[in-house]
Structures are given as C-alpha cells and as structure tokens.
C-alpha cells in the first residue's frame, strides 16, 4: 500500500504557482519525502526530495509541515509544459531493500494557458 | 546524472511468445530495477536486479514469468515470457547509485500483446 495520498487531480492556470500537496501521516523518523513528475509518454524524472527542512532547487521548493505529516510541492511559475503526473514518495534516504521507490496514484498536474 | 536507454522502444507480440527487452546505462550503477506500467496505471515496481546474483522480486512477481539478467554495472534484460494480453504494458527500467538519492529512469518499452 502507499504510504501517501494525494489528489488525483489539479489544475493551475500558466504562470501561477501551482501547490501539489501530499499526506504521509504514517512517515517514519528516517524516510524523506521524494518528488517525482512523469510527462506523458516519458519514464518519472526527479524533482526534489526533502527530511524536515525546507527545500528549493531549480525546479521547485518543497514544504513540510513540522510534525512531518504533510507536505506541499511548489512549481513557481508552472509553464505548460509542466503539465504532469506528479508522484509523492517516502523511502528512506538512498532506498535499498528497504527503501524501494514505490508509486501511488499521483497528482495529474493540468496546467492551463 | 545517468543517461538510460531501452531497446525496444515498443513491440507488438503474440500471446504464447516472450520478448527480451534491454536497458543500458552509460555509466556504473549501483542498483539497477524493473517497473511495469499498466495503462492509465502507476508503476509498479516488478524486481530489483542484483550483479552477479539472482534478482529480488516483489510480491506478485515470479522468476518464471519475468526472467532477470545483470551481467555488468550497466546493462540489465528483463524477459516477459509466455506472454498473454493481460502483459500488455508499459515496462521501465529505472537506475540508482550506491549512496545518491536519485533513481533514473529510462523511456520504456511499449509492449502490445495479441
């Protein structure tokens, strides 16, 4: 089973932040918080992954809540050709045998000239 | 980062055969996987493949039906064998080194069987 939940589905008008939130309310004390896209037609790419802090990249920046039960993926200025189906994962840090990286349902991202 | 190819891209099969689908990766990985993408589906992970030991499948998933090689850090096949249309998928080969947090993944193989 997976261990997050997100909405199936989003939309967000280009040139908007768009705020792709995630629960994973079971999380445990050594598993990050990893983000993954997948583009129609296209193998998952990495956005960002996170612990506890705040983090932010080039592609995005990632919120987590202090209790560490929900987090929200920002895209700042979400361009069309962000439109996607975003997955939220929690694995330990580096995955191994008992972190594989496991898939839900994700977020399909529907950005909107 | 890791560049992660997939030959074939797509293929069209018959029910009874099994195909032979092949990942490389330009460089030395640690962890090499297997994925399956069912349409209008996530992926599902099918097996870990292990250098130079037997692969690691997950629950649902056996030796007979997906054979796994790994004869080197950077090329790994998954075979479907005995195909039937209920394996009509899309199958990912996905990549990650020892000690980074991120995992590639290649473009898949588009597999149709009839």
């Known amino acids: 089973d997976a261990k997050t939940t997100q909405p199936p589905s989003m939309d967000c008008a280009e040139g908007r932040a768009a705020n792709l939130p995630c629960n994973h309310s079971?999380?445990?004390?050594?598993?990050?918080v990893y983000w993954y896209r997948q583009i129609h037609s296209q193998g998952p790419q990495y956005i960002i992954h996170?612990?506890?802090n705040n983090e932010t990249n080039e592609m995005a920046s990632l919120i987590i809540t202090e209790d560490r039960k929900s987090s929200t993926l920002i895209l700042p200025h979400a361009t069309l050709r962000d439109t996607a189906v975003y997955y939220c994962?929690?694995?330990?840090?580096?995955?191994?045998?008992?972190?594989?990286?496991?898939f839900g349902k994700g977020t399909k991202l529907s950005v909107k000239p | 980062s890791a560049v992660i190819s997939q030959k074939p891209s797509r293929d069209i099969c018959q029910r009874g055969t099994s195909l032979t689908i092949q990942c490389q990766v330009d460089?030395?990985?640690?962890?090499m996987f297997w994925y399956r993408q069912q349409p209008g589906q996530s992926l599902t992970l099918i097996a870990t493949?292990?250098?130079?030991?037997?692969?690691?499948?997950e629950s649902g998933f056996v030796i007979d039906k997906f054979p796994i090689s790994r004869p080197n850090l950077t090329f790994s096949t998954l075979t479907v064998s005995n195909m039937s249309p209920e394996d009509s998928s899309i199958y990912l080969c996905?990549?990650?080194?020892?000690?980074?947090?991120?995992?590639?993944f290649g473009p898949g193989t588009r597999l149709t069987v009839t």
């Open positions: 493949a292990n250098q130079g030991s037997e692969a690691t499948y």
């Open positions: 460089s030395q990985v640690t962890m």
């Open positions: 079971t999380i445990s004390g050594n598993e990050y």
């Open positions: 994962i929690v694995r330990v840090a580096h995955g191994g045998s008992q972190g594989n990286l496991i």
């Open positions: 996905s990549a990650q080194r020892g000690g980074s947090y991120e995992q590639y």
């Open positions: 996170g612990l506890k």
